[in-house]
């Protein structure tokens, strides 16, 4: 597939280069300080272009009368019409960043012109190293905006929160805008085709996108054709990635020390189910084209491993970004597609879980067990039989299997029509689907399966298990808008209007069936053989699909800047949802935001921008499901024999649920100085109205929960970045931000989240909400230090002599509890440094969050020295205290989670004209103090996505990873 | 300017043709109100589709017979069993800790979802009531099932809101909730407003033996619960009345004892251990997976491994490896256990003893030992012991007889078998000695039904009667279904000490109303002491 990728671009090139022929101008491309290394030179109008040498040395053929465009990224074009000369040297001026262009919400503005609070990130800006998700390119490079990718699994996703939690329903993550098409998918996107990212981080600059805008807004733009001949480039990489922190255990020795049951064996699990882990990555690009005719194909290649045993992707995906004019240029044609295919082996991250805690002196193998043991019925893999929660972790890896495919096509169309010299009219349709298909197949010998509805290999008539899962997602959207452009000597006014319409459908459906035959063959591709058919209601069936959910908007916005210094923003919108109630249905959605240059108005010298701005603006959050303001009812049947049946409630309707509106105001700051650039926002965010799950009175309802308007979140924070020059060749850069939330109205005065679980721990909720409080509370029993008959003692926090620390009294007013840490940092720096010796370049981006808090649920379950578990491991970190015999929850299993990291450090060479390469350092190192296996935020609930409850550290987490890669990138 | 004009327009074009979506939402993948009830609840045969379905479903999914609902919180709250913490396990907040010493809280979760799906399955009651078009016997067969649901709340709340559809949510006093279950009972049985069995003739109920419908009998054993018990709700003792309808249910109904004669073949035997016997008979046969027709049913909740799922006794009270046992499709839980007082209260020959516990040495299918390697023991097979060393933290993994009086069946999926009986005779029996000997002031007069039912059980009559004599015999006889909080407290024990058991405060007899509900309803207000 590859190759013929490459076929394919070697035709494009073809077809796009003309091959004219004159006289050769050469010359040499520089600026101030020295040659620029692969500028590009053009004749304008031809596919003819050439790029500088690595001494800036350029030679072209041109004819007399031809205009040679030089251009080089960061630095203004220059245009030179050839006449007889043989020799053009040009010094190119470093472009204004002023003057640098941002693509915002259905249009783009200089970067002087924006009041509102926008960040944008080029491609040079990036993370380095072999970054599988385009998401993570941006981690740490944005103050306010939260990206996560907890542990190692290359499958997994990233959690991505704008200025914390604006919501406590879905759609807590920023809405995705790529190359114009709202709500896209960030998944159909290879990291090595995006050039830029923008992204619109208060309400004044998302209210244009109106009902999606509440959790913030990414813009991604692609990169698109350039100007010249066919310009091939190829970037590789190799990376090898080891698993970074464990967490600690027992030796064999030690266990069996403390009591544990010997079994005669000794197996270090983890590494029984982790590997060092290898990934490649290929990107082929060719870009070129006329200034007419552009174009830009690529195909991306990755094929990644994770740490642990049977997981990681193949994935491929290409893109076309193909532009031309027509009708005397008036006319811009835009078609862009993109395809990825991935092929994913999931893994079983349970795995991970039961090798930390799987009894150490236990043998891999059947053979080495202990006594007479039947291995056959497991595979030939020893299972300690008759324990609850414990299964051979080899066995699970190793026997079962869970893939998954992913299919997404993107396509669309934009029309830029200039209907006179002031009016341009707008027109985009685009398409996309993404199809998952999902297998996981549990052999007849294994143990362990994923559910209770399975037999596993010990189950004497059931063994054996495959599931089936699939889902498709449609997605259409078309715009039509057009823009309006007044300028006068002291005045420059664009207006631009427009509609909006946009649909989506998704289906779903699950089966599961087990009880096979044997192990002669995966009988996941044949399950005709599953006894499971013969018996009534073994197999289980699920299907789902949601109505069209459509939204329709119209919207209209005016820029308006006066005197060039000072601006002035505004939009509206007015959009309607399907997936509200039904006599709420429609929203207004309004912005206003200015700003003004000082620098020239006070007549600042050395200083080319001081722009204080204000903004105001009103966004929604939809309901992340269909249905939420209808009845729903299930499903039950009348009994044994019976064909009958009856529905029973499962939620109560509410014709009257409406948007979740979030109100913003932000303040910023914009300075620019010779070497310095600075920005500052601080702002204050209201979301009111926000969908929950509430609780009603059961008697009246019929049942006790349904979706209700109830409640309100407010949030203030400010965010700081700082740029600069140290020398000519060092560069560096920090952003800062920090922020709180804070619950202001709820259903009830507090409520509690985040239920430990399984065993012995459910009704145990670990973290707390309350009115007027900060949102992140970890909440519990305060252990006092000491230890009475193997319980830990805790303190009287209210000192009023009566000990109430039972966890149905949590909410009390006179329980013994107290704020344990907080789930959400209070302080996220990202540091990037960038020093240019020679022909090398070391980035070093540092990256920390403090403040924040995890339970450290591997310890609250099994650091205890819990008699009856005397066949699992125990967890033995330096904070153990072998004392305590009983599993409890308290503030023992709460640990400071700061943490500094050296993120991302890179060493990159230029060899020559042609050639880069580098080495790369994901997770150089961690400064923490934190004793689980990674310090990371957790910003919402990993089991259930309960944004109520951070700071959770679940068990079921997949470790870490540090990773070494090498990189190539080559021009031909 | 005229080029504005056309942009606008155009916009305007398009903005019109999108425009033609109303927004209207139609799930696709949901029942919702749309969907007709009575078109759904229909066909089939085997007690389950007609237009009552609904209502039966409703009484299932009410935490009858699983864990963490009705059941749980009757049975751990009483003497007869409790969920020990066994070491990481089972500890959970301290809820059922907490259950057994009566020291719930407003927030106790199983406190809470009890609530909940009693309500739940009143509203589908209510539902079938407005909107099944049933006819005048399904009419009173919803009606009493309404009833009932809402005695179990009285009895587990005292004041509660009565769901008689009208949508009110103010809270009624516990006399008066007896006063509305009463006069619903009463109407059901053509009885007007006081209790009258010549009224019976006016019923529209039948006499016909329906195990899972309402006939006349099961709602005169509802009745007789009610009344056996009105002294504790109203404070006035309705012994006679309570007598009178155990004993006309006794006199006319088509119910005879499960004695020695009824026999169903043992579902759990396994053919290599030759001490699992080849039937069940007499007592144990009521409650086995077979129970479908045995004679002394009267009303009773259809479970089914497939179609009517809801009953996991297994999974809650073995311990993990007893799974090789039965060869069970998944793994047990190793939660609830028989109390060892309790189980000590059954004689050596008590054929209910053998019936309703699982003790000692346990053996695979194949008649191997069963082991546990985590055993605190030195020697790890599971030997299932009466005593039980402690409550908590630390209460021995085998501690405890197990619950087997719904006998399991070999290779039981998830989800078991066997109906659940709400109303009995031998429960009938029961009542109407106990209201006999009540309303005449004399235990004596209770002897010839006792001793009918020790008969059955192969234990020997007794000669006298005293009360407490009576409530250990109505213990052994009717242990795990879901009757001994209630009797308990009825007979004044409720709030006694027991094994790690202190004594509760005379509060307790009623639990709190949920917190939740408060919030959610701030007419409810909270029981005294809470």
């Known amino acids: 597939m590859k190759l013929n990728l490459l076929k394919l671009s070697l035709a494009f090139t073809i077809a796009f280069s003309g091959m004219l022929s004159a006289q050769q101008v050469s010359g040499n491309v520089s600026d101030e300080t020295g040659p620029l290394p692969g500028a590009t030179v053009v004749v304008q109008g031809t596919t003819t272009g050439v790029v500088a040498d690595f001494d800036g040395n350029y030679s072209i053929s041109a004819s007399a009368g031809d205009v040679l465009v030089f251009s080089y990224v960061g630095y203004t074009a220059q245009e030179i019409t050839v006449g007889n000369q043989n020799t053009i040297d040009i010094v190119l001026q470093s472009s204004n960043e002023l003057e640098e262009v941002l693509v915002t919400g259905y249009g783009s503005q200089q970067q002087k012109e924006i009041t509102s609070a926008v960040t944008s990130i080029s491609a040079e800006e990036f993370n380095q190293g072999a970054i599988n998700d385009a998401s993570q390119l941006l981690q740490g490079k944005v103050a306010g905006l939260q990206i996560y990718n907890r542990g190692g699994d290359p499958n997994a996703g990233t959690v991505i929160r704008l200025r914390g939690l604006s919501s406590l329903g879905a759609n807590i993550s920023p809405l995705v805008v790529i190359d114009g098409v709202v709500g896209a998918s960030l998944n159909n996107v290879d990291p090595s085709d995006i050039e830029s990212y923008t992204v619109l ?308 459906a699950f089966f599961a069936l087990g009880d096979f035959p044997g192990d002669e063959i995966d009988y996941i591709d044949a399950i005709e053989y599953s006894q499971d058919l013969l018996n009534a209601g073994n197999v289980i069936a699920n299907s789902g699909r949601n109505p069209d959910t459509e939204i329709d908007a119209f919207f209209a916005r005016v820029n308006l800047t006066w005197n060039n210094n000072f601006f002035l923003n505004a939009s509206i919108r007015r959009e309607g949802s399907t997936r509200l109630g039904a006599d709420n249905r429609y929203g207004t959605f309004p912005a206003i935001s200015m700003g003004a240059d000082l620098a020239p108005i006070l007549g600042l010298s050395g200083v080319q921008q001081l722009k204080p701005r204000i903004s105001y603006g009103v966004t929604g959050n939809l309901p992340g499901q269909v249905g939420l303001s209808q009845e729903i009812r299930g499903w039950s049947w009348g009994g044994g024999g019976s064909a009958g049946g009856s529905t029973n409630l499962l939620r109560a309707a509410n014709p009257d649920l409406k948007w979740e509106e979030k109100t913003e105001l932000n303040f910023g700051i914009d300075l620019t100085m010779d070497r310095l650039s600075a920005t500052l926002d601080i702002y204050e965010q209201t979301s009111k109205d926000f969908i929950i799950n509430r609780v009603v009175d059961a008697a009246v309802y019929g049942f006790d929960r349904r979706f209700e308007n109830a409640g309100q979140l407010s949030s203030n924070g400010f965010e700081l970045s700082v740029n600069y020059d140290v020398t000519d060749n060092y560069n560096t850069g920090i952003v800062l931000s920090s922020n709180k939330v804070v619950l202001d109205e709820y259903v009830q005065d507090s409520d509690k989240f985040g239920n430990l679980g399984a ?214 | 300017m005229k080029t504005i004009n056309k942009i606008i327009l155009g916009i305007g074009l398009i903005g019109i043709t999108y425009s033609c979506t109303d927004l209207e939402e139609e799930l696709l993948g949901d029942l919702t109100s749309d969907f007709s009830l009575e078109g759904i609840s229909t066909g089939g045969s085997g007690g389950g589709g007609d237009a009552l379905t609904g209502v039966f479903n409703a009484v299932r999914n009410a935490g009858t017979a699983n864990h963490g609902g009705y059941f749980s919180v009757q049975s751990v709250s009483s003497d007869e069993m409790a969920i020990t913490q066994k070491g990481g396990d089972w500890y959970d907040g301290g809820i059922w800790l907490e259950m057994h010493r009566h020291t719930f809280t407003p927030a106790n979760g199983p406190v809470t979802g009890t609530w909940s799906q009693q309500y739940g399955s009143i509203a589908e009651v209510n539902n079938a009531i407005s909107n099944a078009g049933l006819d005048a016997n399904q009419m009173a067969q919803a009606k009493v099932v309404r009833a009932y ?181 998944a793994q047990p839980w190793n939660g609830y256990v028989a109390l060892e007082e309790f189980v000590n209260s059954y004689e050596a020959g008590d054929d209910r003893r053998k019936a309703n516990f699982i003790a ?56 078991l078998d066997n109906d659940y009986p709400i109303v009995r005779l031998g429960d009938v029996h029961l009542m109407h000695a106990e209201a006999t000997a009540r309303a005449a002031g004399n235990w004596a007069l209770a002897l010839p039904e006792v001793n009918a039912i020790r008969a059955r059980a192969n234990v020997s009559a007794l000669s006298s009667l005293t009360a407490e004599q009576f409530l250990a015999e109505r213990g052994r006889e009717m242990f795990q279904e879901a009757s001994r909080r209630t009797d308990l407290i009825r007979f004044g024990k409720w709030n006694d000490s027991w094994w790690e058991k202190t004594n509760s405060d005379a509060y307790r007899t009623v639990f709190p109303i949920p917190s939740e509900q408060l919030t959610a309803n701030s007419s409810l207000s909270q029981n005294t002491g809470y």
Do not use: C
Request: net charge negative; glycine share 10%; proline share 3%.
């Open chain 2, 149 to 329: 649901l809402h005695w179990r709340l009285m009895d587990l709340y005292g004041n509660i809101v009565i769901a008689d559809g009208s949508g009110s949510s103010n809270q009624s006093s516990r006399s008066a909730v007896f006063n509305w279950v009463e006069g619903e009972l009463l109407s059901a049985l053509g009885m007007g407003s006081s209790f009258d069995l010549s009224g019976l003739s006016n019923s529209s109920l039948g006499t016909n033996d329906v195990k899972y419908r309402i006939n006349q009998y099961s709602a005169l054993g509802i009745l007789a619960k009610l009344y056996l018990n009105a002294g504790v709700y109203t404070g006035t003792e309705r012994y006679s009345d309570a007598a009178a309808a155990a004993g006309h249910i006794i006199d006319n109904g088509p119910y005879s004892l499960s004695d020695s004669g009824i026999s169903v073949p043992n579902l759990g035997k396994r053919p290599a251990v030759s001490s699992d016997p080849d039937n069940l008979v007499g007592y144990a046969a009521i409650f086995a997976p077979n129970n479908e027709n045995n004679p002394e049913i009267i009303w009773s909740v259809e479970y089914d491994e497939a179609t009517a799922g809801g009953m996991n006794f297994h999974h809650m009270t073995l311990h993990y490896a007893s799974q090789y046992t039965w060869n069970f499709e």
């Open chain 1, 201 to 508: 981080k208060d309400a004044s600059a998302a209210a244009i996108y109106g009902s999606r805008g509440s959790s913030g807004v990414i813009i991604v733009t692609t990169k698109s054709g350039g100007v010249g001949a066919a310009q091939l480039t190829y970037s590789g990489q190799l990376s090898s990635s080891s698993i970074l922190n464990q967490i600690d255990t027992m030796s064999p020795q030690e266990f069996i020390a403390s009591g544990g049951r010997d079994l005669s064996s000794q197996t270090d699990w983890l590494d029984e189910v982790t590997r060092d882990a290898f990934t490649q990555i290929h990107n082929v690009s060719a870009t070129g084209g006329n200034g007419k005719t552009n174009y830009r194909v690529s195909a991306n290649l990755r094929e990644a491993e994770g740490i642990l045993l049977n997981s990681g992707f193949d994935q491929f995906n290409t893109r076309l970004n193909f532009s031309t004019t027509a009708l005397d240029d008036r006319l811009k044609i835009d078609f862009n597609t993109s395809f990825t295919q991935r092929d994913q082996k999931n893994g079983f991250k349970e795995s991970m879980r039961y090798a930390t805690l799987y009894n150490p002196t236990a043998p891999v193998y059947a053979v080495d067990a202990p006594y007479a043991f039947n291995g056959a019925q497991f595979g030939g893999y020893y299972e300690t039989l008759g324990l609850f929660d414990s299964y051979n972790p080899v066995s699970i890896i190793k026997q079962n299997l869970n893939n998954g495919e992913r299919r997404e096509l993107n396509y669309g169309i934009n029309l830029t029509y200039d209907v006179s010299d002031n009016i341009t009219a707008y027109f985009r349709s685009a398409r996309q689907s993404s199809d998952y298909a999902n297998r996981v197949y549990f052999r007849t010998t294994s143990l362990w399966n994923s559910s209770n509805d399975y037999g596993g290999a010990d189950s004497p008539v059931r063994k054996g298990a495959a599931e089936f899962y699939e889902n498709n997602s449609e997605f259409q959207l078309n715009e039509l808008y057009g823009s309006w452009k007044k300028s006068t000597d002291d005045m420059n006014l664009v207006v631009t209007a427009g509609y909006s319409y946009q649909k989506e459908n998704y289906n779903e």
């Open chain 2, 360 to 415: 000692g040495p346990q053996l695979d299918y194949g008649g191997n030992a069963l082991v546990d390697l985590a055993s605190d023991s030195p020697t790890p097979e599971i030997v299932y012991s009466i005593g039980i060393n402690e409550l908590e933290p630390n209460g021995a993994r085998t501690g405890g007889y197990r619950l087997g009086k719904f006998a399991f069946k070999q290779f039981a999926r998830p989800n």
């Open chain 1, 759 to 972: 065993p012995g721990q459910n009704s145990t909720w670990v973290t707390r909400v309350k009115v007027g409080e900060q949102v992140g509370q970890i909440w519990g029993p305060v252990w006092d230090g000491s230890v009475t008959n193997g319980s830990q003692n805790f303190k009287d926090v209210n000192g009023d002599g009566e000990l109430v620390v039972g966890q149905n009294n949590a909410l009390d007013d006179n329980v013994d509890f107290d704020v344990l840490g907080s789930g959400i940092p209070d302080l996220e720096i990202g540091w990037s440094n960038q020093i240019t010796i020679g022909d090398y370049t070391i980035n070093a981006f540092f990256r920390g969050a403090f403040g924040h808090s995890l339970v450290n649920t591997f310890r609250a379950f099994y650091e205890p020295r819990v008699g009856s578990q005397k066949s699992y491991n125990y967890v033995n970190t330096e904070l153990a205290n072998p004392e305590i015999k009983n599993a409890n929850f308290s503030s023992l299993y709460v640990e400071e989670a700061d943490f500094f990291k050296l993120d991302n450090l890179t060493i990159s060479r230029q060899v020559n004209d042609n050639m880069n390469l580098s080495l790369n350092v994901q997770n150089a190192f961690v400064i923490t103090d934190y004793t689980g296996s990674d310090p990371e935020p957790a910003l919402f609930d990993l089991l259930d996505g309960n944004p109520l409850a951070p700071g959770i550290d679940r068990r079921n987490s997949y470790y870490s990873a540090r990773s070494f890669t090498l990189g190539i990138n080559y021009k031909f």
